[in-house]
């Protein structure tokens, strides 16, 4: 009986086994990004893998080219087939490929061919292959499906309570803190699991007002702004006014550190011991001023009085801006903002990005010239060579222009009296032309003389006459020899007539 059992265990056996031996399988997957924005590259995974270890395999990539454009593979042969072994064996094998979108619309990638076997009995797998659909759209349909949900979903202090009760649609709130408190920490959480949020977590907090802005950033990058007013409870304020602004001492050391190079001390202000920082060298005790906004600033503090400390921060100096009220030799005087304060400095020319300044330094406590760049805020010692080398550039360039003036004037001259010499020449040179022109004139000239003979020659003619006896048939006359024109007189008619009478000449 034991035989027989035996016996048909092992017939099962050799007619299983085999079976199990062929039920290896595997798997072929692609996996990436479902959309893509037209001319955008998209990236797609395959992945070969089994229960077993492969020894070998063979692949191909199937894709529409009217949408998709192939840029870049890990495949063998640089393109879209996949065929390799493995001496040692491998459960898992992937490749890359990258395309291009070329149009909008929805495509498909697969595996339209494939094989792959067992590393250690060499079997056929049983493999099956999935595919992976992408949508290529435009960029504005990109952004229309984008959430614009930028409201908050929770909003609190830890260990406080804030009022009005939370609402998104309420942007404004207001928490009040026990004196001394110099940290809070503010929880927000966005409606939507796409948005992001700024401004929450632990906030430093001082005495007197602090505004604490919570933005939330919707998936398509429209912000909300929502705003906690964190008033810190101060029993003895000390409220000060500097430049016609409002600000608060700062009576809490954890609220105002010191700037680099200042130690920390104290002073007392009011009968209080304020938290203060000095410099020995520079001979400062600054004090910090918190604004109505929350920002804090430093001030030099000197015998009840508060001056704003701007300090500027070169490449390796840091000074205190000093007023300069003189001159320096190829500088005109300006005015320049530095630390959100207006000093009185020195430029080359206006609208000039770089001022000279005067200042100390905050580590030895000497006091120089400064060349301040307002555009990238640093400075550096400031050298006058380069003013004194353009200086004397203009001055090169102003003798130049001075003597090409004197050059041109000369020339002109010269050609303005060849000019007129020219033209003398040109009168003098034909002597009979010369002779024509005299001759008219002479004759002007005689005619005139002629004239005034003949008037002189009346003149006495009438005195005569007047000396006459009357006689009313006296006559006299006048006798032009010349022209042969004889005038006669009446001496005593009363309207005087005078008759012309002209002899001809015989022919």
């Not at 927000?188 to 700024?198: F, H, I």
């Not at 520079?282 to 503090?301: A, M, N, P, Q, R």
């Not at 550096?380 to 003013?387: E, F, K, P, R």
């Amino acid at each position: 009986m034991k035989k027989l059992k035996l016996l048909i265990f092992t017939f099962l056996s050799l007619i299983i086994l085999p079976s199990l031996v062929n039920a290896a399988s595997g798997n072929i997957s692609i996996s990436g990004t479902n959309t893509v924005v037209v001319k955008n590259k998209v990236t797609v995974t395959v992945t070969l893998s089994s229960s077993v270890p492969i020894g070998s395999w063979e692949m191909q990539l199937s894709y529409d080219k009217k949408y998709l454009q192939l840029t870049s593979t890990t495949a063998e042969g640089n393109g879209v087939k996949m065929a390799n072994s493995s001496a040692t064996g491998t459960k898992s094998k992937k490749y890359t490929f990258t395309f291009q979108a070329l149009k909008t619309g929805s495509t498909k990638i697969s595996i339209d061919m494939y094989d792959a076997y067992a590393y250690q009995d060499f079997s056929e797998l049983s493999l099956s292959a999935g595919s992976k659909t992408i949508n290529i759209i435009t960029q504005e349909e990109l952004e229309a499906s984008y959430s614009k949900d930028n409201d908050l979903k929770e909003l609190s202090v830890e260990g406080f309570e804030i009022t009005p009760a939370f609402s998104k649609d309420n942007l404004n709130y207001k928490v009040v803190v026990p004196e001394g408190t110099t940290s809070i920490n503010v929880i927000a959480n966005p409606n939507d699991s796409k948005s992001s949020v700024t401004g929450a977590g632990t906030v430093n907090v001082t005495e007197g007002a602090n505004t604490v802005n919570i933005v939330v950033r919707a998936e398509n990058g429209s912000e909300k702004t929502y705003t906690l007013v964190v008033e810190v409870i101060d029993e003895h304020p000390i409220n000060v006014t500097v430049d016609k602004e409002n600000y608060t001492v700062i009576k809490i050391r954890e609220n105002y550190t010191c700037p680099e190079l200042f130690e920390d001390s104290e002073v007392e202000i009011n009968d209080f011991k304020i938290p203060s920082c000095s410099n020995d060298k520079l001979g400062y005790t600054l004090v910090g001023l918190k604004k109505e906004d929350g920002t804090v600033e430093s001030f030099i503090y000197q015998n009840g009085k508060y001056t704003k400390y701007n300090e500027v921060t070169g490449t390796s100096l840091k000074i205190v801006v000093l007023d300069y009220e003189g001159t320096l030799p190829g500088l005109s005087k300006a005015t320049s903002m530095i630390g959100g304060t207006t000093h009185a400095a020195l430029n080359y020319k206006d609208n000039s990005k770089f001022y000279v300044v005067y200042g100390m330094n905050v580590a030895t406590g000497k006091k120089d010239f400064y060349l301040y760049d307002t555009v990238n805020n640093t400075l550096t010692l400031y050298d006058d060579a380069q003013v004194k080398d353009l200086i004397n550039s203009n001055h090169l360039y102003l003798y130049i222009i001075v003597a090409l003036a004197v050059v041109l004037i000369l020339a002109l001259i010269c050609i303005i009296r060849l000019s007129k010499k020219s033209k003398k020449v040109k009168m003098e040179t034909p002597k009979e032309n010369n002779i024509l022109k005299e001759e008219p004139k002479k004759e002007i000239k005689e005619t005139k003389e002629k004239k005034k003979t003949k008037e002189s020659k009346k003149e006495e003619v009438k005195e005569e006459i007047k000396e006459q006896p009357e006689d009313k048939n006296a006559i006299t006359e006048i006798k032009d020899e010349e022209d042969d024109e004889t005038e006669t007189y009446y001496l005593f008619e009363s309207d005087r007539k005078k008759h012309h009478k002209k002899k001809k000449n015989n022919i």
